[in-house]
């Protein structure tokens, strides 16, 4: 709350403390007000490594020679980056940059390797108060076509060619990053991090990855923690970097990709709490000014936070590891860092005011016609300010809890709400309830409408039920997903179960282990906020969701092959 009464004005406070919009990470607002971040793995291959950001404090690194000490790097760069930031760190293209390490190595040497980052990703248990640090990579199958003439750097940094020379090697690490993935922890449990996102180019799907692709869909099958990235819909340019929580940067501001996506990030959003402005409305002229009021507030809060953005890399100097120079410019490229409008409950709004939710036609129409709205006062911004807003499908189950919980108070029978008596919840964004009895080719067609309507970010969640682990029944999907909708960014999740007592993983919620009678100690796993994580069920388990979001895992509708 110190954020609250110190640097936010009371209208704002009292706009966040009633409900009308969230205002995320408060507790990270005065030291690390800024989000998350897309590093660039080639500038500490070229330079080395200063963990601190200056070199002044801790040990120095040259630029790396060996594979293994890249992987290390890798690694030590999420770790430091996130001491600075209140979001995930992400790296992307890394597996084509990095592939130059890997020339005249074995397999086996290279996936020995990674398997040691993937455990120092899910090890740095102390790094956030016993929260690993949240950290995506997104690989490329081949070497983009955008990337072949690029200049290639390798070991002690320097220049080998072009990265049109590393295709087998960019190949070989995909798929030793995947096969570790897919072996899972000693024990057989999923390692959550990093989150590993796959990006579909049309070249990818020409047969000559199937193998490739074959074996992500594994790991989709087993554990469902891959996401994919869709680069064929016409709104997309050559580069789409996501992470795990969804939020998107694309390389559509100056149209250069390593300005737009790398070194930068999401620097904040602010949360519209659409179905008040759906209870509150007489009309639909109504709702475009309820739309304006509450995106003055997010506009005032965002520009407030990124000035203390600009404080602190600039005049307090606590955010060394991004305020460090590479090659002359900052790391951090807080220019082109994205302002966001985030928006909840799309679906309750759409009820609220025609008494039919995102499934029908018409009340979907007026939803895009909303976004669309958002999306204009975002250009519109941009070119009064110069700074690159951006609209996302807000991350967050727990606003939409908090949302509906405040509204239920608010306006009683008024409010329609998700879930039962003390467990409800919002819809989240522009998704589809989840309890929808839609198919699934409805769900995408729908939910792919508004993909391109959210540029800074979205997730098209595939919650598949038990008999969807037939690795090519979900190629399959795949395919058609990517060929024939808009949607840009999914994820397939089934929920599973795993027997801490004696290691069994099951598929679906057990409530008893079948190998052993285990009751207490069964943990579950299934995708909230984006991500797989642990639900907190098992009697050891030190964290729980709040009840919305279990209440959402339960009204979970899957989809099954039939
Ligand atoms: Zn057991």
């Known amino acids: 709350q110190y954020a609250l009464l110190h640097m936010l004005p009371a209208h704002l406070a009292d706009a966040h403390m009633s409900g009308d919009i969230h205002i995320h990470d408060l507790e990270f607002f005065a030291g690390r007000p800024l989000n998350c971040l897309q590093h660039d793995i080639r500038a500490f291959i070229k330079h080395g490594l200063k963990v601190d950001g200056t070199g002044d404090h801790t040990s120095v690194a040259a630029p790396p020679s060996h594979m293994e ?32 390490f890997a020339t005249g190595r074995s397999y086996d040497e290279v996936k020995q390797a990674i398997q040691m980052l993937v ?40 220049v080998v060619g072009t990265y049109a020379d590393f295709e087998d090697e960019t190949r070989m690490i995909q798929k030793a990053f995947t096969e570790i993935l897919l072996e899972g922890d000693s024990e057989g449990k999923p390692h959550l991090f990093p989150n590993t996102i796959y990006t579909l180019r049309e070249e990818t799907l020409k047969g000559d990855y199937d193998d490739d692709l074959r074996l992500v869909h594994e790991l989709s ?28 940067l694309q390389d559509t501001w100056t149209g250069d990709w390593e300005q737009d996506c790398l070194r930068t990030g999401n620097l904040a ?22 739309l304006d009021n509450y995106m003055d507030l997010a ?47 799309l679906n309750e709004m ?49 606003t939409a809890y908090r949302f509906a919980t405040l509204d239920k108070e ?91 007592h004696c290691k069994t993983l099951m598929k679906g919620l057990s409530n008893k282990c079948p190998s052993c009678g285990e009751t207490a100690d069964v943990e579950w796993y299934d995708r909230i906020t984006g991500y797989v994580q642990q639900v907190g069920r098992a009697k050891s388990a030190s964290g729980g969701w709040n009840p919305g979001k279990r209440q959402v895992l339960i009204d979970r509708r899957r989809f099954e092959d039939n």
């Open 299 to 345: 506009v005032e809060t965002l520009m407030i936070r990124r000035n203390q953005g600009l404080n602190c890399l600039n005049n307090f100097d606590i955010l060394p590891f991004l305020d460090q120079k590479v090659d002359g410019e900052t790391y951090y490229r807080i220019q082109n860092a994205t302002l966001s409008f985030g928006f909840c409950g």
């Open 69 to 100: 000490t890249l992987m290390n790097h890798t690694g030590e760069i999420m770790l430091a980056a996130q001491q600075n930031m209140s979001g995930g760190q992400a790296m992307s293209l890394w597996n084509v940059f990095v592939a130059p």
């Open 410 to 500: 608010q306006f009683g029978d008024k409010a329609i709400l998700q879930g039962d008596n003390g467990a409800n919840y919002y819809t989240n964004s522009s998704h589809v309830p989840v309890n929808s009895d839609i198919s699934f080719a409805d769900k995408v067609k729908i939910e792919g409408k508004y993909h391109s309507l959210t540029p800074g970010g979205h997730i098209f969640h595939a919650f598949m039920g038990e008999s969807y682990s037939d690795p090519d029944a979900l190629m399959s999907l795949t395919n058609k997903i990517a060929r024939k909708s808009d949607i840009g960014f999914w994820a397939y999740s089934s929920a599973f179960s795993f027997c801490l």
């Open 221 to 248: 099958a087993k554990y469902g923690s891959s996401y994919f990235v869709n680069m064929l819909p016409k709104y997309r340019g050559q580069m789409a970097n996501y992470m795990g929580c969804r939020t998107c």
């Open 269 to 290: 959003y602010v949360t519209l709490n659409l179905p008040r402005i759906g209870y509150q409305s007489r009309d639909e002229n109504d709702v475009f000014e309820y």
């Open 119 to 158: 455990y120092n990703l899910n090890m740095a248990y102390a790094a956030r108060g016993s929260q690993v640090p949240f950290t995506s990579m997104q690989l490329e199958f081949g070497v983009p076509k955008f990337l072949q003439d690029v200049t290639a750097y390798g070991p002690k940094g320097q």
């Open 350 to 398: 759409l009820l609220a005011l025609f008494g039919e939710g995102i499934e029908n036609p018409d009340a979907n129409k007026f939803g895009i016609k909303c976004l669309e709205y958002i999306n204009a006062r975002a250009k519109s911004l941009q070119e009064e300010t110069g700074l690159r807003w951006s609209v996302l499908q807000t991350p967050a189950e727990s």
